[in-house]
């Protein structure tokens, strides 16, 4: 199969201090690619390296073989969606306002909507269970439910590849299971390719195909979650106890935190 | 648009017809009004009330009406654009350095079909170093509109030093004309300030979808398709094209692009593609009213439209803020 997105030698970071430190990996098309690693490991500056954002000292990224530089922002928008981490909303645009907002690659100057963006727009209200907040203003949203609509935003750009940033980080449980699990959904029935960054390890294990560990600006270890996330390579990178075990439900890994009572419970027998 | 939207913009443009009749209608010399609205509705006829209306009130009006369009105009766009709701032409600096620039061309006698340009390239300084400082990644709000208070103190102190050395003669008018007066404007400049204004204002409609998108960053704005830097660099130009135009017509004329914007987002949102016209209608029918007010309050004197827009903008815009329960303007 051939990769979506391809990245060699990355290297970058800010005001001269280098983060990211010659990075190379790719994703192949329909993949979903979890990027793991503890904080200040560089997870957010590769982030944005890939999305365009941050321009690479170093080192290129190819979207479908082409480097990502040289693509207009327009029609790089109509492939790739970018969901951040925070999204800062000063105007009070009404939520079909700002998830039509989506389609601004695919349509014209003055963005007359067809019928066509308007059924997209039904559709991504439904698939982020978010058509209950039409008519309200975005600001009047609280933290959780601003993620989903800007989740259905970046639906409503139709992509081929969707990067996000911890998109479960400000959701409860039941929330991130029903992203997560759409992202799945789209991912194997649409063949869309999924880069997410994750802090939490184990939905991390329970949904990506492929697990990048990146620890201080650099890959750590690539692979399956099984290959990934042993007690040892987590112990390394992390600097703290864990316990691997197979999650009974998916026989996926499953990381087990160790508190310091129950270290020294346990050291000291 | 939706139908609420329509209607404001029907009735908007109403009261705009209404206002620009009932300024041509009154003013410093007492006109009987069954014979003004003769004469209005006949621009063709002959005698001193005809000359009044037509000559002297309906060009100022014009002129309002252009420049009170043009400051909302900029003040929606750099509210939008720097995502700050304190940002506007005045607040930036950006009215001070064309002040600057003026001032300097009055008092070395410069012709003043040369003063736009004079104004444009004051304001282009302030544009430019606001610019810089907005370019800068990790720039907060509240450092850009310091800036913008820096080089406002900075270019008054600089107009005040001029001032100082010059004869008391040179700079009277122009002290006038920096508290924002419509009535200093040569004949020649109401000629060209339209060349000026309604092509910049059609180009900030052009581009009002990409601003929508901009107000949510630049990052994001970027990721949605829109080409960020060179978008806001179009934008920060042309509103400073057109407050460079604005200033050396009427001087420094405040609050009309602080306080119309965040007026007018509470009645037709936040949509630029509306916004946008309707700030500027609203922007006009302020401005004509004011300084219809500036005209006519101590009769046959006038007072500077500034003073009028300062004093009304003022009070309106902190009775509103005392009012909203929360620090939360847009």
Redesign the interface.
Same mark, same amino acid.
């Given at each position: 199969m051939m990769d979506i997105l391809k990245v060699k030698d990355l290297t970058c970071g800010y005001d001269g201090r280098e983060i990211i430190k010659e990075i190379s990996f790719s994703v192949e098309e329909g993949g979903f690619l979890g990027i793991i690693g503890p904080n200040g490991a560089g997870k957010t500056t590769l982030f944005r390296a890939i999305s365009g954002v941050l321009s690479s000292w170093n080192g290129n990224v190819f979207y479908k073989g082409k480097d990502v530089s040289g693509i207009r922002p327009r029609d790089l928008a109509r492939e790739v969606a970018v969901i951040p981490q925070v999204l800062e909303i000063p105007f009070a645009f009404s939520v079909e306002e700002f998830i039509l907002m989506g389609r601004f690659p695919h349509t014209g100057r003055f963005g007359a909507l067809k019928e066509k963006d308007h059924e997209i727009l039904e559709e991504v209200l439904h698939l982020t269970d978010t058509s209950s907040f039409c008519g309200r203003k975005i600001t009047e949203l609280s933290g959780g439910e601003i993620q989903r609509v800007i989740l259905a935003q970046g639906f409503a750009q139709q992509p081929r590849l969707l990067l996000l940033d911890e998109p479960t980080s400000h959701l409860d449980i039941a929330h991130q299971i029903r992203i997560l699990d759409l992202l799945k959904r789209l991912n194997k029935k649409k063949d869309l390719t999924i880069i997410v960054v994750l802090h939490d390890l184990n939905l991390a294990a329970s949904y990506c195909d492929r697990l990048l560990l990146l620890d201080d600006g650099k890959v750590h270890k690539t692979g399956s979650p099984q290959e990934v996330l042993t007690y040892n390579i987590i112990e390394e990178v992390y600097k703290t106890v864990v316990v691997v075990e197979k999650n009974p439900v998916s026989s996926k890994p499953y990381v087990l935190l160790v508190s310091e009572e129950e270290r020294q419970k346990r050291g000291s027998k | 648009m939706n139908k609420k939207q329509v209607w404001i913009f029907i009735l908007l443009i109403v009261i705009l017809c209404f206002s620009f009749i009932l300024a041509s209608l009154i003013g410093g010399s007492e006109l009987k009004s069954a014979k003004a609205v003769y004469y209005l509705f006949h621009p063709g006829s002959y005698g001193i009330e005809r000359d009044i209306i037509w000559q002297i009130r309906v060009p100022r009006i014009i002129l309002g009406l252009l420049v009170g369009a043009g400051l909302a105009a900029c003040g929606t766009v750099f509210q @939008?654009v720097l995502?700050n709701?304190l940002a506007e032409p005045y607040t930036l600096g950006i009215s001070g350095g064309a002040a600057f620039g003026v001032t300097l061309g009055v008092v070395l006698a410069v012709s003043g079909i040369y003063l736009p340009f004079l104004a444009f390239a004051g304001s282009a300084i302030s544009m430019f170093v606001v610019y810089a400082i907005a370019a800068r990644?990790q720039f907060s709000n509240p450092t850009l509109i310091l800036g913008g208070v820096m080089l406002n103190f900075l270019f008054s102190s600089l107009v005040f030093l001029i001032f100082s050395v010059s004869r008391a003669e040179d700079v009277h008018g122009v002290i006038l004309w920096l508290m924002g007066d419509l009535s200093s404007a040569q004949n020649l400049l109401i000629k060209i300030i339209p060349v000026f204004i309604l092509p910049s204002l059609g180009l900030l409609l &052009?581009f009002s /979808?990409d601003l929508?998108?901009l107000? %949510? @960053?630049e990052?994001?704005a %970027?990721? %949605?398709? &829109?080409?960020?830097e060179q978008v806001k660099k179009i934008l920060f130009i042309t509103a400073s094209c057109i407050t460079g135009a604005c200033v050396a017509c009427s001087g420094m004329i405040g609050f009309v692009g602080l306080v119309i914007p965040h007026f007018m987002?509470r009645i037709v @949102?936040?949509?630029h /593609?509306v916004l946008l016209p309707a700030s500027c209608i609203a922007g006009a029918i302020f401005l004509i009213l004011c300084d219809t007010l500036a005209r006519t309050i101590i009769r046959p004197l006038e007072l500077p439209v500034g003073v009028i827009t300062g004093i009304f903008g003022g009070i309106f815009f902190l009775s509103f803020l005392m009012k909203s329960k929360r620090w939360?303007i847009?």
């Open positions: - | @939008g995502r709701p990644k &052009v /979808r929508n998108i107000t %949510l @960053g990052e994001k %970027l990721h %949605l398709g &829109v080409n960020s987002r @949102g936040v949509d /593609r939360k847009f």
